[in-house]
């Protein structure tokens, strides 16, 4: 059979059964493809809520359904007065949550069910990506899958595939902007518009992507094009990004009155000690990265074998990951408020997945020990995400102990009133004291309450549970299921 590597761009159309052979090989990528993608959002599916229960969620949902139902972006209900009238959130995860309000009218459900679907099909998106840039670096069918289904599962995103957070949609953008990165390696002509119109993705998300993601996406970009060729990469990043720096502008205008003015501005406040942020996002037993995510541990034992290929793209990696530790160390913030997990790194550490990809390449030729510590990781992060996104953090040891402290029962009329609550070096220490509190380790407790079943608040595992949610749930995981063994059974074939 005639195959088309993924790292050699083909001279011209392939002809004749040339053509036969290179659709084949991309049709198994199709299949396994939306297979894994399938399995993921049936599992996100399956942990996902009907009603909103995060003030993010519920102000990005509001101006979601603003935009269906009133053509209007004004917030009418805001509990912390932070985003009134306008929210300074970016648009681009209220316009993900549309879709589901709109399948949610048709199907007579609620529109706080359908802004909760949002990120389950984001996290199937999100692996599906995954998928194709394990493809475009030169992986096996088996790499790919499992490469990716780790990334979908165990790489932080799975908590918040059942809330209403935009950290899935941000990690799928960082995610698309890898795969730019790579095709420019390759020297393939949509690269840098796939890279462009990423780095403009991640901001419309979130602002800060401008400082977080955008220039370690474009800087790589120009790194990585001919040095013949570097103007002719900025102008087709910059034609990929434009459609969503319109967006922005306007949106910004919309809410501020000028294209450049952004919301973050009153509410960020960089006075919080940088060591201690940097144990807290990182080690810490309430938002430490290694804790909530130990296969973190594995991408950084195959980065040095992905730096002797391919620099540029692993420094961009690691920088995605390392820049938001250094920024949001000293943010009075540094927590993320509600979630679980260091929510503000893990957006980016689905781009780690460059030194899981040389580790299951070197998988069985690794020792019994090293396999087994390598599936215990894998196994045990998947299984942290799950605990995380099926239980009620808000209920936990953790939580519980910050909602009982008197410093935060002061009511809050104004933003200014707010972030001089929480601001004050009081009320993070206060916060510190229970973040780095191991008697309040939320993952032992909410691991128990997910076996005694206590505080779940996924409703397919609730009891009486959603019988709806838990066979949809199946359905996706059977199709994707389906999707997987078909495109590996022809795989085999298309080998013998």
């Known amino acids: 059979m005639t195959t088309v590597s993924s790292r050699t761009k083909p001279a011209g159309h392939p002809r004749g059964s040339a053509v036969a052979g290179w659709w084949r090989d991309r049709s198994l990528d199709v299949s396994c493809g939306v297979g894994i993608s399938l399995v993921v959002s049936g599992v996100a599916f399956l942990l996902s809520r009907t009603s909103i229960d995060n003030y993010d969620g519920l102000i990005m949902g509001q101006v979601a359904t ?44 609620s529109e706080a069910a359908g802004i909760m679907l949002t990120n389950s099909w984001l996290l199937g998106l999100l692996t599906g990506a995954a998928f194709v ?44 902007g890898m795969i730019g990165l790579s095709a420019t390696s390759l020297r393939w002509a949509w690269g840098p518009l796939v890279i462009g119109a990423a780095a403009g993705a991640a901001i419309v998300v979130r602002d800060d992507s401008a400082l977080l993601v955008a220039p370690w996406l474009i800087g790589g970009g120009l790194l990585l094009g001919p040095s013949g060729w570097r103007l002719g990469v900025l102008v087709r990043m910059v ?15 919309a809410r501020y009155g000028l294209p450049w003015n952004f919301g973050y501005g009153g509410v960020l406040r960089f006075n919080h000690s940088f060591l201690a942020g940097v144990y807290g996002l990182v080690l ?30 692993t420094a961009v990696a690691v920088l995605l990951v390392l820049s938001r530790i250094v920024f949001f160390a000293p943010y009075w913030g540094w ?34 020990v090293l396999q087994f510590v390598t599936v215990a990781l894998v196994g045990l992060s998947i299984f942290i995400g799950l605990v995380g996104g099926a239980v009620d953090y808000q209920a936990d040891s953790l939580y519980t102990a910050l909602g009982s402290e008197a410093a935060f029962h002061k009511p809050t009329t104004t933003t200014h009133e ?33 076996f005694q079943r206590r505080d779940i608040v996924s409703d397919a595992l609730k009891r009486p549970s959603d019988n709806v949610r838990g066979i949809g749930s199946v359905c996706l995981v059977a199709l994707g299921s389906i999707a997987l063994f078909t495109g590996h059974r022809r795989s085999r074939r298309s080998i013998t």
């Open 418 to 450: 707010f972030l001089t609550l929480y601001e004050a070096k009081l009320s993070q220490s206060i916060v510190d004291h229970h973040m780095f509190a191991w008697s309040e380790f939320p993952i032992t407790g909410e691991s128990s309450d997910f």
């Open 133 to 176: 840039w394990c493809r475009l670096r030169d992986c096996s069918l088996k790499v790919s899958a499992v490469v990716s289904l780790v990334v979908g599962l165990g790489a932080g995103m799975l908590p918040f595939a059942s809330t209403g957070f935009a950290e899935v949609a941000l990690a799928t953008a960082t995610i698309v």
């Open 66 to 109: 603003g935009v269906v139902d009133r053509h209007s972006i004004i917030v009418l209900f805001d509990a912390y007065h932070l985003n009134t009238p306008h929210s300074f959130y970016g648009i681009g995860m209220s316009l993900l949550m549309i879709p589901g309000i709109l399948v949610a009218k048709v199907l007579g459900m």
């Open 335 to 368: 927590y993320a408020g509600g979630g679980f997990g260091p929510r503000y790194v893990l957006p980016a550490v689905p781009a780690l997945g460059i030194g899981l990809m040389e580790v299951a390449r070197r998988f069985r030729q690794s020792g019994l």
């Open 284 to 313: 810490s037993p309430g938002k430490g990265l290694i804790l909530y995510v130990p296969v973190v541990v594995v991408t950084v034992c195959g980065l040095p074998a992905a730096w002797r290929p391919e620099r540029v793209i």
């Open 239 to 253: 034609l990929g990004g434009f459609p969503f720096l319109a967006l922005w502008t306007w949106y910004n205008a």
